[in-house]
């Protein structure tokens, strides 16, 4: 007896990377065959590409493919499985070894895009869920066992990009703008005490992006198209130290100081280290400020990682950094 014709397209974005052959195999090897792989290249920012891919679509369905993404076998099928008449969206997640885990691979009703299309918002993804919930549209995460925990979710594939210098700072440059856009506190101390955890090379540098992302200022649509040439340059530098470097040496903080004064001084010790490049101290203390029980050791933390290049660190700026900091915090 024929197998049923799928009713789920593939929509494969890229920006040429090299990884993308891989993602299109593992679209080939669903279980659940996709009617047709679409693929939009080198469009930026993100929700134009998807837009311009969407506009392609000729089935009721769609699963979104980043080039980074290795989808398992089942994961189309085990999607659609989850579908329900009312629900516009379905996420699963992905297996990453920075973090261990990510939100993730989508299916979407090709439908929900009849008269809403992805916003140019530095959050478009989430935006789009919010205009589609208001026109009576769900999203459903599938995978949940019902308890707490990442064992309690299952996973649908792999998100497996090359964690380079310039990839993990502009990813969670991004991270930790998006967070405060969607005023998502909980989200960020989460994310933060993951790549605590984590052993992988590039968890110190995602912090520092993660903690300096949460002050840039842009709400539109930056993914593809974030220019920032020169702290890359001071980043690499950074991470690049010589040998006679000197060696860790434990910093303390005040007990007593209030949460501003403690901002002011851990954003000023931030930008010292950058000068004397004391890239084992910063590590040192990372790895010793677990954030996600202590709001004193995010807020130093994040001042740290703001502080390293502030140069020079003015004080004007430092009050504008806490004022959108504490703005976060209270939201």
Request: proline letters at 4%.
């Amino acid at each position: 007896m024929a197998m049923p014709a799928s009713d789920v397209s593939a929509l494969v974005l890229t920006l040429g990377e090299p990884t993308t052959e891989r993602a299109l195999e593992s679209i080939r090897r669903q279980t659940l065959a996709a009617r047709e792989i679409i693929r939009v290249r080198d469009v930026r920012p993100f929700h134009q590409a998807m837009n311009a891919g969407v506009a392609k679509v000729r089935t009721p369905f769609f699963v979104q493919v980043d080039a980074d993404m290795i989808l398992d076998p089942t994961c189309i099928a085990r999607l659609r499985a989850e579908m329900s008449d009312d629900a516009g969206i379905v996420v699963g997640r992905l297996r990453d070894e920075l973090v261990g885990e990510v939100v993730g691979v989508k299916l979407f009703r090709t439908r929900c895009f009849d008269g809403i299309a992805f916003r140019n918002s530095i959050s478009p993804d989430t935006d789009f869920g919010k205009d589609i919930a208001a026109a009576g549209w769900k999203t459903i995460y599938a995978g949940a066992r019902g308890e707490t925990g990442a064992e309690s979710w299952t996973m649908f594939g792999e998100h497996r990009p090359d964690y380079t210098t310039e990839y993990t700072y502009k990813k969670y440059l991004l991270e930790g703008r998006r967070y405060r856009y969607r005023n998502r506190i909980g989200g960020i101390r989460w994310h933060f005490g993951r790549l605590e955890a984590s052993r992988h090379p590039a968890s110190m540098l995602a912090q520092i992006a993660l903690s300096r992302g949460i002050f840039i200022a842009a709400e539109d649509d930056l993914l593809g198209t974030l220019h920032i040439d020169r702290e890359l340059e001071m980043v690499r530098d950074f991470l690049c130290v010589a040998e006679n470097a000197p060696p860790a040496q434990r910093l303390t903080f005040s007990p007593d100081a209030s949460e501003d004064e403690l901002f002011t001084a851990c954003y000023r010790i931030g930008s010292e280290l950058f000068r004397a490049r004391s890239l084992a101290t910063l590590r040192f203390a990372l790895d010793e400020l677990p954030t996600r029980k202590s709001d004193r050791n995010w807020i130093i933390k994040v001042a740290l990682c703001e502080g390293l290049l502030a140069q020079p660190p003015e004080q004007h700026r430092i009050d504008a950094d806490w004022r959108t900091l504490q703005a976060f915090l209270n939201r």
